[in-house]
């Protein structure tokens, strides 16, 4: 997953894109990127690491122009550690487009393949984002070839795009001189959303993967990016609008709801927040359905996301709602965890436990949801430690069991803690006395029942259905050579970080 930004003003963006990341950083922390545009030249500054990290007051004053664009990242294809990879991407010609992209294209390699065969355009990196802009720049160029630039001429781009590449994809793009375009893939599966703010010189725009960095920035909420359409808004602040789909259906990313945006956001008509309780209460039922109430003590999040539905949850089963974890919000990744223990440590660094919430008592333990199970794990053992006398858990989320496609993180089939086990098997594996998932059907339901536009979700990860239907056991094969690639990429960058170190700490 990522994050996304654009902005179109009379005044300088360069803040306000900032600004906007630091609210969307709980999207990627692996990069960050900016572009600004002043005229028709490009200024644009990313790299490894947090958005407070990347960007200092240099690097912002080396960021002028009313125009510009972000991104945070959380790599899901290509390599995390090629600085190369970090978006924005550039392209010069035609006009000169600058691109930030949310998702993951599920025919990137035969793309790439195409381009370099048939449209004589070269990617240099393995990024599925370079793909992307290569392929917009095509198709802008056989539309706008010999005519002015017109909003017409850039949604036929955009159709054209929509034919030819799959999977879930969030746009944003500006255009050298002439605007900045924004789209969304035909299933709406990744987030966006636009906003306006009346500056002293006229509108501002704001095109963004979140309603929290709208409003975060001064901007009133206009809608969401509709599935398969596109925005084009000129330097005036104009916004023209177009369905670029032959058959776009809205089917937002379930995953979003659960655990990746922000409680306090607004997705596709569905305040998250509202979502997550609503997947408590249903939640409640189940545990009511598999175990008295009567032998459960307290209710605990794992914090953050899971507090919503703990506390609703709590509420139904009329049991006391405690925080009997503390998050250290100042502990950033672990880069040298060679091995299990470390990555043991790397959670109790993480979290610590209130040992007067769970002395004696039989704790029910709430998550969002229970992926590799190793984390889960060890905080029923913290639990234990705490002098819990049995300890239960429940995932707000029903069994990840497949892999997912369309931009989240998630690890191979084979790590994943539920992919060809039963709920026994799990409940053994992470140590509790009782494990209750959420059921697939009812988060459907009970998130669904928030906007009956809403087709459907892309909740793949969690029922093996994958909506644009082009993905193959192929595909998968591929998906896991590439993440057992990538975790080679981050074994060797183990390795050399722990030489340096060592070599620092060396005596002349």
Same mark, same amino acid.
């Given at each position: 997953? !990522?994050?996304?930004?654009?902005?179109?003003?009379?005044?300088?963006?360069?803040?306000?894109?900032?600004?906007?990341?630091?609210?969307?950083?709980?999207?990627?922390?692996?990069?960050?990127?900016?572009?600004?545009?002043?005229?028709?030249?490009?200024?644009?500054?990313?790299?490894?690491?947090?958005?407070?990290?990347?960007?200092?007051?240099?690097?912002?004053?080396?960021?002028?122009?009313?125009?510009?664009?972000?991104?945070?990242? +959380?790599?899901?294809?290509?390599?995390?550690?090629?600085? &190369?990879?970090?978006?924005?991407?550039?392209?010069?010609?035609?006009?000169?487009?600058?691109?930030?992209?949310?998702?993951?294209?599920? /025919?990137?390699?035969?793309?790439?393949?195409?381009?370099?065969?048939?449209?004589?355009?070269?990617? /240099?990196?393995?990024?599925?984002?370079?793909?992307?802009?290569?392929?917009?720049?095509?198709?802008?160029?056989?539309?706008?070839? *010999?005519?002015?630039?017109?909003?017409?001429?850039?949604?036929?781009?955009?159709?054209?795009?929509?034919?030819?590449?799959?999977?879930?994809?969030?746009?944003?793009?500006?255009?050298?001189?002439?605007?900045?375009?924004?789209?969304? *893939?035909?299933?709406?599966?990744?987030?966006?959303?636009?906003?306006?703010?009346?500056?002293? *010189?006229?509108?501002?725009?704001?095109?963004?993967?979140?309603?929290?960095?709208?409003?975060?920035?001064?901007?009133?909420?206009?809608?969401?990016?509709?599935?398969?359409?596109?925005?084009?808004? $000129?330097?005036?602040?104009?916004?023209?609008?177009?369905? !670029?789909?032959?058959?776009?259906?809205?089917?937002? !990313?379930?995953?979003?709801?659960?655990?990746?945006?922000?409680?306090?956001?607004?997705?596709?008509?569905?305040?998250?927040?509202?979502?997550?309780?609503?997947?408590?209460?249903?939640?409640?039922?189940?545990?009511?359905?598999?175990?008295?109430?009567? $032998?459960?003590?307290?209710?605990?999040?794992?914090?953050?996301?899971?507090?919503?539905?703990?506390?609703?949850?709590?509420?139904?089963?009329?049991?006391?709602?405690?925080?009997?974890?503390?998050?250290?919000?100042?502990?950033?990744?672990?880069?040298?965890?060679?091995?299990?223990?470390?990555?043991?440590?790397?959670?109790?660094?993480?979290?610590?436990?209130?040992?007067?919430?769970?002395?004696?008592?039989?704790?029910?333990?709430?998550?969002?949801?229970?992926?590799?199970?190793?984390?889960?794990?060890?905080?029923?053992?913290?639990?234990?430690?705490?002098?819990?006398?049995?300890?239960?858990?429940?995932?707000?989320?029903?069994?990840?069991?497949?892999? /997912?496609?369309?931009?989240?993180?998630?690890?191979?089939?084979?790590?994943?803690?539920?992919? /060809?086990?039963?709920?026994?098997?799990?409940?053994?594996?992470?140590?509790?006395?009782?494990?209750?998932?959420?059921?697939? $059907?009812?988060?459907?339901?009970?998130?669904?029942?928030?906007?009956?536009?809403?087709?459907?979700?892309?909740?793949? !990860?969690? *029922?093996?259905? +994958?909506?644009?239907?082009?993905?193959?056991?192929?595909?998968?094969?591929?998906?896991?050579?590439?993440?057992?690639?990538?975790?080679?990429?981050?074994?060797?960058?183990?390795?050399?970080?722990?030489?340096?170190?060592?070599?620092?700490? &060396?005596?002349?």
């Amino acid at each position: 997953m !990522c994050g996304i930004v654009g902005v179109i003003s009379k005044a300088p963006v360069n803040q306000l894109i900032y600004d906007a990341l630091l609210l969307l950083q709980h999207r990627g922390q692996d990069a960050a990127g900016i572009v600004t545009m002043q005229g028709t030249q490009c200024f644009m500054h990313k790299a490894r690491g947090m958005v407070k990290d990347v960007f200092r007051t240099r690097n912002m004053r080396a960021l002028p122009g009313p125009v510009g664009l972000g991104q945070v990242r +959380y790599p899901t294809a290509g390599n995390a550690f090629n600085e &190369e990879e970090a978006q924005p991407f550039y392209v010069n010609a035609p006009y000169g487009i600058v691109l930030v992209h949310n998702g993951n294209l599920t /025919n990137a390699h035969a793309l790439k393949t195409e381009l370099f065969d048939i449209d004589r355009r070269h990617i /240099n990196t393995g990024s599925d984002t370079e793909v992307l802009i290569n392929v917009l720049a095509h198709e802008m160029e056989r539309s706008g070839r *010999d005519v002015p630039l017109t909003p017409e001429l850039v949604f036929r781009a955009v159709r054209a795009v929509h034919q030819r590449i799959r999977g879930s994809y969030a746009v944003i793009a500006l255009i050298a001189g002439y605007g900045l375009l924004a789209f969304r *893939d035909p299933y709406g599966i990744r987030p966006l959303v636009y906003g306006v703010a009346e500056g002293p *010189d006229g509108p501002e725009i704001m095109v963004a993967s979140e309603t929290v960095a709208l409003e975060g920035t001064g901007h009133t909420t206009v809608r969401d990016v509709a599935p398969g359409e596109a925005l084009f808004i $000129d330097l005036d602040g104009k916004v023209h609008a177009q369905q !670029c789909a032959e058959q776009p259906t809205l089917h937002p !990313c379930m995953f979003e709801y659960v655990y990746l945006a922000r409680p306090d956001s607004v997705i596709d008509g569905i305040s998250v927040y509202q979502a997550r309780l609503n997947l408590g209460e249903t939640l409640a039922q189940r545990v009511i359905n598999t175990m008295p109430p009567s $032998d459960i003590d307290v209710v605990i999040p794992i914090p953050e996301s899971s507090r919503p539905s703990a506390m609703q949850l709590a509420q139904k089963i009329g049991k006391p709602y405690r925080e009997g974890f503390v998050k250290n919000r100042y502990v950033g990744r672990t880069f040298i965890m060679p091995g299990q223990q470390a990555r043991k440590k790397s959670v109790r660094q993480k979290l610590n436990a209130i040992g007067v919430e769970f002395k004696g008592r039989n704790v029910l333990l709430v998550d969002d949801s229970i992926v590799r199970g190793t984390t889960s794990k060890e905080i029923v053992q913290m639990a234990r430690e705490a002098g819990a006398r049995k300890v239960y858990m429940a995932s707000a989320a029903p069994p990840v069991r497949y892999p /997912n496609v369309y931009g989240i993180d998630m690890p191979t089939s084979e790590e994943l803690i539920a992919h /060809n086990r039963t709920v026994e098997e799990i409940r053994q594996f992470i140590g509790a006395d009782a494990l209750i998932y959420q059921d697939v $059907d009812a988060m459907k339901r009970v998130v669904g029942a928030l906007n009956p536009a809403i087709v459907g979700f892309e909740a793949s !990860c969690f *029922d093996g259905q +994958y909506i644009t239907g082009d993905v193959s056991v192929a595909d998968f094969a591929a998906i896991e050579a590439q993440r057992t690639a990538a975790r080679k990429d981050d074994e060797d960058s183990n390795d050399r970080t722990r030489l340096t170190l060592q070599s620092r700490a &060396e005596p002349a």
